[in-house]
């Protein structure tokens, strides 16, 4: 079974969309089954094959947030230091061609999310980056042609 590094933050975000999906998902559609089905003839009852179609993704839902928080390692950020890029690092950097800054963190792949500045440890960007410091270059290729990006800032928050 393999584990899949994550943040505090990233393991209670995930904690928390399964306590949904039991306690107010899952009773919330056991109602709308049981209306539709008061409705009569099940065979054309349209709502309540779209409630069964919804119970359906939201139980696949429950059991992938099962495997992922029973596989979590999770890592804890603020104990992390160094000057070189690894799991858990905010990293500050500038693109070469732009001068525009991005920061991103680096996280585990359910936590990822890229509007709001955390990336997948596994995404191409994240992966040039390990093992870097201050002042490196990176040369990224993404789908819209390679990038280039200097390293102003690693840390740890």
């Known amino acids: 079974m393999d ?13 928390h969309e399964l306590r949904h999906c039991q306690q107010v998902e899952r009773p919330r559609i056991i109602q709308q089954i049981t209306e539709a089905r008061s409705h009569g003839d099940l065979s054309e009852n349209a709502e309540y094959h779209a409630a069964k179609e919804s119970q359906s993704l939201n139980e696949g839902r429950i059991a992938e947030l099962e495997d992922k928080l029973a596989r ?8 992390l230091s160094g000057d070189t890029v690894k799991f858990g690092a905010t990293v500050t950097l500038i693109d070469e061609d732009t001068e525009k800054k991005h920061v ?3 996280v585990g792949e359910p936590e990822a999310d890229a509007k709001n500045g955390r990336i997948s440890i596994t995404s191409p960007l994240a992966r040039a980056l390990v093992g870097k410091k201050k002042g490196s270059q990176v040369e990224v290729v993404t789908p819209g042609g390679a990038k280039a990006y200097e390293v102003l800032n690693v840390e740890f928050r």
Not at 3 to 15: S, V
Not at 72 to 79: G, H, L, P, Q, R
């Open 3 to 15: 584990t899949i590094p994550m943040t505090a933050a990233g393991y209670a975000a995930l904690e």
């Open 72 to 79: 979590a390692e999770v890592i804890d950020v603020s104990k």
């Open 104 to 106: 991103w963190q680096i």
